[in-house]
């Protein structure tokens, strides 16, 4: 008996070791190595990530069946990229080239389809994410936690798998162009910068942060001459098969300000503390010359100091812009706070103690998606409007104190 005991005894000793052993196994992933347990968290979040967003494929957004579903029967029926020439919905032209692609496929759901590709677009976003992370702390646990975070990120999901809307395209060159910032890599930075905006009108308020790049000798305005370049360029399928450069350009411009009956349509931004139905063109106006002069004043302000754009300084201006422009701009629609949700988290691991604005920023973004959804909320807008207000000011007040302890 006491043989066996013993026997027992030991081959659970070689089992536990087996498991250790097992567990703090390293696996090398290019320059990362990760141990198995790391390894087989990050494949559960993935299968999890799938998983969530295919049991809302089925869901079909007004947006969905009023803007893209039209144009794709429009390129089927005419088995042509001449039928853009037609006018079917405002959609801004790159998008139109995807959805011709779609359209020549044989057989399933055009629906799917599109929701399958952009999915596939976040789980890259959910990478780049934890890259620049990774870049920022050196961190391999909060590089993984940024990818898994990112990847069941409420806003991100629902946009990919229920709204079928392509902000996470914008999204991922946004942090290409990021990438190659911090590497000092002016042109591929621009040129990714643009594709962005050329997917998404609203990516344009990260422009002064192209503009303070500038400003600190990183971006040449040479550089800068990319964007209209690679705009004409975009536009050139388009031009070929019957629309004018007027129209591609209008359709650039109006692209994410379809509905201009409204000062803001369920995005918590001033027009919900000042009003939002009366006096819609002249506050719009006012708005737009009050953002330009507060941006004026943010920038002169910035050249009279001497500071160094550090990495972490260029996130929190990225962030910073991505919060100001949507709250002052008019127009804005349910989704303006997208980027800012993914910035605002890179941001939290880059400085743990604010941890507590993405999760502020992500509950008031997904708030407003449910506006959308449901019809209604459950917090009033107007609260949340002062919430946001708020968030700028801290960020803003980080950038200040940052740039203030340079000397």
Known sequence: MKKRISRYRRGENRMDIFLKNLIDKKIKLGKLSLTFLELVFLLVITLFAVMLRSSVFSVASGDYTSYFEPWIFQFKAWDS????????????????????????????????????????????????????????????????????????????????????????????CVLLSFCFALKDKPYPAILFYTIATLFLSLTFMLLPLYLLLWMKGKVQIQHLFLLPVIAVISFIPALLNGRSFKECTLLYLSGSFTDKTILTRNWPNIFEIIGKDALVAELSKVSILLLIAMLACIFYYLSRKKFELTPVLMLRFALFFSLLM??????????????????????????????????????????????????????????????????????????FLSVNKEK
């Open 81 to 172: 990229l001449l039928a853009i020439s037609e006018d079917v919905s405002i959609t801004n032209i790159p998008i139109l080239y995807i959805l011709y692609l779609i359209s020549k496929v044989q057989g399933g759901s055009f629906m799917l389809l599109l929701k399958v590709i952009l999915s596939v677009f976040d789980f890259i976003l959910a990478f780049l994410a934890g890259y620049l992370a990774y870049g920022f702390t050196k961190s391999k646990s909060k590089t993984i936690l940024t990818y898994a975070v990112i990847l069941v990120l409420p806003t991100v999901v629902a946009s990919s798998a229920m709204w079928s809307q392509f902000e996470v395209i914008s999204a991922v």
């Open 326 to 399: 949507p709250f002052f701009l008019p127009y804005m629609q349910e989704r303006s706070g997208y980027m800012a949700d993914i910035l605002a988290v890179i941001y939290a691991v880059a400085d743990k103690k604010k941890f507590y604005i993405p999760l502020t920023h992500v509950f008031i973004s997904y708030t407003a998606y449910s506006a959308y959804f449901s019809g209604e909320t459950y917090v009033s807008m107007r609260v949340l409007a002062y919430i946001l207000l708020a968030l700028v000011v801290l960020v803003g007040k980080d950038i």
